[in-house]
DNA sequence: GAAACAGCTTGATCCAGATCAAACCCTCTT
DNA sequence: AAGAGGGTTTGATCTGGATCAAGCTGTTTC
């Protein structure tokens, strides 16, 4: 007895949405995440390596990723980049829109995804009426910041094999927080991919996926990674190869 | 005839601040901006050497910097550390500690400086009364991410006279949009804090700035640096070192 | 199911920048 | 004005990761 309508309006709600505990609702009281299902009235599928925007375009929406796994990336004219970050379900991306009205970097899906559209004059217009909105959204940018800081301390002064422990274990805690294997998953991104979000070359990357293995800290079968030592990860990211 | 109570007050209001161009009133309108002349109500002064807030503190303001200079670092628990940032007037600081309600970095003066303390729940507040004000709020923040990604780029990708090439661009244009000379200036920090923001050793970054001076392309005394060929600076960022 | 291709691994060699070392230059103190 | 100490420059050597090269593996296409 169901009309469609209904069912399409459930499908696209945040309100009904299995993300919301990860995603802009996180905190939201039951009046205040209805609110958000008119903010939130788009969806688009973007297929692997198809982008979801581009340095340059117009920005108007940040988008809020429902299914799938991205890479964010910058480029010089001269041809080199960066990837600058991979997000996956429940994380906001677009954010670099804001300053210019226009993108600085490069959305590429990197499997088949679905992103729920956030009109950003629409979610402005709802986060000065909800407290607890704004504040969320303030933490999402900070927390990005914080996370670059971050990134740049890996590029900064560690070693490869510091950098790629401290890629897979905060892959790790990701999938976790996502109800899926900590131990256990499939990389959506290639050697190349993760060598440049680390500032290191492909064939570094797979010898310390390589190093990793024989050392008895994962199993790697292509892209398939099974951490078998977490806390020998965790230790590899902890020494500075210093002698003292 | 003026009272010193008013004097005082012109002193610290946003309103009749020279920085105003630069700073959080960007883009206001006039009522606007004596709108902030009620968030801003606390200036202090930091001396050099001096933390204004360290990792862990708690977070309650944000800071725009009035007079002075500062860098940002993050460090892993075993010691090591990284420049995250250099601050100057106009700029601000401690929007960190939005995320996890702590400081997530310490920010250090490296010259005697003065700071306005901007309360953040008031910032939040006004922020829902004045759309203009909120998103500028939100470029600032945007900014910083998009700042943030270009190191990234310059970490991850860029050889060593490339990194200092593009440091001593970004100095002078942040000089020239405070009204100092784009080719003259005073360099607040040392070789080592430059080092560990560009991710070097301080005796690369010092190599580096000998041999620009050998090329002609900037004089260095000490901290004083006479850039005589941006062009030539510009060259250096731009190559990749590859043959083809 | 063969061919083509993209991605991955591993080995050999090279080099940019790190590390080690020493001297130098400022600035501040007494 | 001498001395101390932090910061800088420069030289010599070392090395982690880049580069070059070849073979391997899995997946897609026809």
Redo the contacts between chains.
């Keep these: 007895m169901n009309a469609p309508v209904t069912l399409a309006h459930i499908k696209t709600a945040c309100s009904t949405c299995n993300l919301r505990e990860l995603c802009l609702p996180v905190g939201l009281k039951r009046d205040e995440v209805e609110s958000l299902d008119e903010l939130v009235y788009t969806r688009m599928k973007v297929k692997r390596g198809e982008s979801l925007f581009r340095t340059g375009d117009d920005f108007a929406s940040l988008y809020a990723i429902r299914v799938g796994f991205f890479k964010?990336r910058?480029a010089?004219?001269?041809?080199?980049?960066?990837v600058?970050g991979f997000q996956m379900a429940g994380e906001l991306i677009g954010?670099?829109?804001?300053?210019?009205d226009h993108h600085?970097?490069d959305a590429v899906a990197l499997e088949d995804s679905e992103v729920c559209v956030i009109p950003y004059s629409k979610l402005?217009e709802l986060?000065?009426?909800f407290?607890v909105l704004?504040?969320h959204f303030?933490?999402v940018?900070?927390?990005?910041?914080?996370r670059?800081?971050?990134?740049?301390?890996l590029?900064?002064?560690m070693r490869a094999e510091e950098r790629l422990a401290a890629f897979l274990l905060n892959l790790s805690q990701r999938f976790t927080a996502r109800g899926y294997s900590s131990s256990d998953f499939i990389l959506r991104m290639t050697r190349e991919e993760i060598g440049?979000?680390?500032?290191l070359k492909l064939e570094t990357v797979s010898r310390a996926f390589s190093k990793f293995q024989d050392d008895g800290l994962i199993s790697v079968q292509q892209k398939h990674i099974r951490i078998s030592d977490i806390a020998g990860l965790k230790k590899v990211m902890?020494?500075?190869g210093s002698t003292c």
Aim: glycine residues 12%; charged residues 25%; negative net charge.
């Design positions: 964010t910058v010089t004219e001269d041809g080199r980049d960066q600058t954010i670099d829109g804001i300053v210019t600085n970097c402005e986060s000065r009426k407290e704004q504040h303030h933490k940018m900070s927390r990005e910041i914080v670059d800081h971050g990134v740049m301390l590029l900064g002064s440049s979000y680390l500032g902890g020494q500075t």
